[in-house]
């Protein structure tokens, strides 16, 4: 198991779901982890967990939702982070969900700013900094409707295709200078934006899959911390379907 003592992992949507699971999975591994959500509580709440199992985490409360709150969320990572941020989990995200002809042109907008441009420029303000330093290694959080047609998730499917074409692109392009970058699509996740969805359009979904129930958290968050460690050291540019089987099947 890799050891993460040293670095700091950078994870947006910590305070909550696969995220929080993730930044609690990555701080037992020794990172010093920036947890980073809208509300305050739930962030420290997050922090407190982190600590009294013997990790070290900060939070900071960021609606990712402009060039500029990304802009502004890199500069405090860095300085939190003693200067580097090594590892970044993009993980906030928005699903709106609904028939194409009911989604506004906000509604657009919103998807596509909090899911491909605040992932795009964080990337693009830290991958170099990595690629200086040699070791970097992000993990895109992306979705199972990003890989086939789902009535009601055009918007949420495509911005995630999107993200995942991007991790393909940013492998080539920081791959050769140390940093990986690969993604996870999970499957239906026991989480607060899953509480939105009626539980028997989720059991729907979930029988659709062969493992035929909804995931943990945890279950997401182990599979980004392999991704993110040097246990996957020779993948770049993967999207790793954690989805119960269902795009395979
Ligand atoms: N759950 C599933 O079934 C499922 C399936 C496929 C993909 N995913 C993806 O997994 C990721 C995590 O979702 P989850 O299921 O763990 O949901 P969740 O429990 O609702 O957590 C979402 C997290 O993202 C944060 N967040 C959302 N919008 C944000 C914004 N604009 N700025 C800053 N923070 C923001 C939330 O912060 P606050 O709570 O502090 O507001 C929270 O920490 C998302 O990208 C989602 O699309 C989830």
Not at 17 to 44: C, M, S
Not at 81 to 89: K, Q, R, T, Y
Not at 181 to 197: C, H, K, L
């Amino acid at each position: 198991m890799t050891d993460l003592k040293g670095r700091t992992a950078l994870v947006t949507g910590s305070t909550s779901g696969i995220g929080r699971a993730t930044a609690i999975a990555l701080a037992a591994r020794g990172a010093h982890v920036l947890v980073v959500g809208r509300d305050e509580q739930r962030a420290r709440d997050a922090v407190t967990e982190i600590e009294g199992s013997g990790g070290s985490a900060t939070f900071r409360l960021t609606s990712l939702v402009d060039l500029e709150s990304a802009r502004e969320l890199v500069e405090w990572a860095i300085d939190a982070g003693n200067g580097h941020v090594d590892i970044l989990i993009n993980n906030a995200g928005v699903a709106l969900m609904g028939p194409s002809n009911a989604a506004t042109e906000a509604d657009f907008d919103e998807t596509f700013t909090v899911n491909v441009k605040v992932p795009f420029f964080l990337v693009a303000s830290l991958a170099p900094a990595m690629a200086e330093r040699g070791w970097g290694s992000i993990v895109n959080v992306s979705t199972m409707v990003a890989s086939f047609g789902q009535a009601g998730m055009a918007l949420y499917g495509a911005s995630r295709a999107a993200l995942e074409l991007l991790t393909k692109a940013w492998a080539a392009e920081y791959g050769g200078r140390g940093v990986r970058v690969n993604a996870v699509a999970p499957g239906p996740t026991r989480t607060r934006m899953m509480e939105a969805i009626p539980d028997e359009m989720v059991n729907h979904l979930a029988a659709l899959a062969p493992a035929a129930r909804v995931a943990e958290p945890e279950e997401l968050a182990s599979a980004i911390v392999f991704l993110a460690t040097d246990d996957a050291s020779f993948v770049h540019g993967v999207t790793l379907a954690v989805d119960g089987g269902r795009v395979a099947t």
